[in-house]
C-alpha cells in the first residue's frame, strides 16, 4: 500500500526534515507514527497527502509512483485518502452536513448520491442527528468526529490523521480511536501520527518512531 525508499526531505533553508526513510504499510494494516515534537511526522504525513514533495527517494501508494504524478492528476490521486487533522479544520459558516459534503461536491457527485453517503458518514461517526448543526454549537470531540465524517465520505482505502486526539480528553481520545479501530477492521489502511504513547502502547498496533528525521525503529504488537 505505502511504499518509502530511501525518502529524504530538505527546505530551502537548509533543514533536513526527513532523512532516508524506508519502510512498508500494507494494504489493511494499521500503524501508529510517533516522535518528539518536530522529528517529521508531520513531515511525512504531508508527504503521501501531497501537499509537499520529497527532496529525494521514492514515495509509492497503491502501486502509483507519486513522483510522477502531475498537477492535473493530483485532484483525482487524493480521492484515494482521507485526512484528519488535529485542528479539524472545519468551515464554521457552513452545517456538519455542508462540512461532511464538501469533498463530494468537489467531485462532482450527484446530489442524492451526497445525501445518501453524507448521512451513512455521519451515522458512523455517531452525528446524524446534528447534520443542520453548525461546527461551533459542537464540543471538540464532536467536531473531530466531524473531521473524520467528512475524511471517509468518500470511502477512501487510505485514512491519515495528524494528532487526532491531541486536544482531547483520555475518555473522548479513546472514542476517537475506537472509530479508526472500526475502520481498520473493514479493510482501510489507517496511519495516525501521535505522540500519546500510553494510548499507543494500550492499542498494541505496529508503531513507527521518528527521531530527528530519521525512523529509529519499527515496533511491532509483540515486542511493543
Not at 522529528?39 to 510522477?68: C, F, W
Not at 479539524?88 to 459558516?93: N, Q
Amino acid at each position: 500500500m505505502i511504499h518509502f525508499t530511501e525518502v529524504s526531505k530538505r527546505y530551502p533553508n537548509g533543514y533536513e526534515a526527513l532523512k532516508q526513510l524506508s519502510f512498508h504499510i500494507e494494504r489493511g494494516e494499521m500503524v501508529f507514527l510517533t516522535g518528539h515534537s518536530g522529528a517529521g511526522k508531520s513531515t511525512l504525513l504531508r508527504l503521501l497527502a501531497l501537499i509537499e514533495k520529497s527532496t529525494t527517494g521514492q514515495i509509492i501508494i497503491n502501486g502509483q509512483n507519486l513522483a510522477r504524478l502531475n498537477e492535473s492528476q493530483m485532484p483525482f490521486f487524493r480521492r484515494n485518502f482521507g485526512l484528519i487533522f488535529q485542528d479539524h479544520r472545519l468551515l464554521f459558516d457552513r452545517t456538519v452536513f455542508d462540512n461532511v459534503a464538501l469533498p463530494l461536491v468537489i467531485g462532482g457527485f450527484r446530489p442524492q448520491d451526497i445525501r445518501r453517503r453524507v448521512r451513512a458518514a455521519l451515522d458512523k461517526v455517531g452525528l446524524l442527528d446534528k447534520e443542520r448543526s453548525y461546527p461551533i454549537t459542537l464540543s471538540s470531540g464532536q467536531q473531530q468526529r466531524v473531521g473524520i465524517a467528512r475524511a471517509v465520505v468518500n470511502k477512501p482505502p487510505l485514512l491519515l490523521a495528524d494528532e487526532p486526539t491531541g486536544n482531547l480528553d483520555p475518555e473522548l481520545a479513546n472514542e476517537i480511536m475506537q472509530l479508526f479501530i472500526e475502520f481498520n477492521q473493514v479493510g482501510v489502511t489507517v496511519l495516525i501520527a501521535s505522540h500519546a504513547l500510553g494510548l499507543i502502547k494500550r492499542l498494541n498496533r505496529r508503531t513507527l518512531v521518528l527521531q530527528a528525521g530519521q525512523l529509529i525503529a519499527d515496533l511491532v504488537p509483540d515486542s511493543i
